[in-house]
């Protein structure tokens, strides 16, 4: 069964930075294209940043230049560095996983961890 467990949220000041990890379980996480959704109270989800199999990456313009992703194969995770905080960053950040089986798109999603900044 897979799995998605974020970590690493929580209260920081604007300007301020957290690191968010996001470990699967299950043998998908090589082939699978890595993304990190969030959703303000009332508002739609929306895509922050992406990473496919392959490493190549991409970002909502919002957050381009202060939020970095990454994965890490050896340990099944991928991890969201967010710097440069504001309180529009705001959220709950949601871990996703997405893989091709046969002609389908197969999505896995984690509970989601709170990102409050605020002074």
């Known amino acids: 069964q897979v799995q998605l467990v974020e970590s690493g949220g929580g209260l920081v000041q604007p300007g301020g930075s957290l690191r968010l990890s996001c470990a699967v379980s299950?043998?998908?996480?090589?082939?699978?294209?890595m993304g990190w959704y969030r959703q303000a109270p009332g508002k739609q989800r929306e895509l922050v940043a992406a990473?496919?199999?392959?490493?190549?990456?991409n970002y909502a313009d919002s957050v381009k230049g202060r939020f970095t992703i990454s994965r890490d194969n050896a340990k099944n995770t991928v991890y969201l560095q967010m710097n440069s905080l504001k309180p529009e960053d705001t959220a709950v950040y949601y871990c996703?996983?997405?893989?091709?089986?046969?002609?389908?798109?197969?999505?896995?999603w984690g509970q989601g961890t709170q990102v409050t900044v605020s002074s």
């Open positions: 299950g043998s998908i996480f090589s082939t699978s294209d």
């Open positions: 996703n996983a997405r893989r091709k089986v046969m002609v389908a798109t197969v999505n896995y």
């Open positions: 990473i496919t199999s392959g490493s190549n990456t």
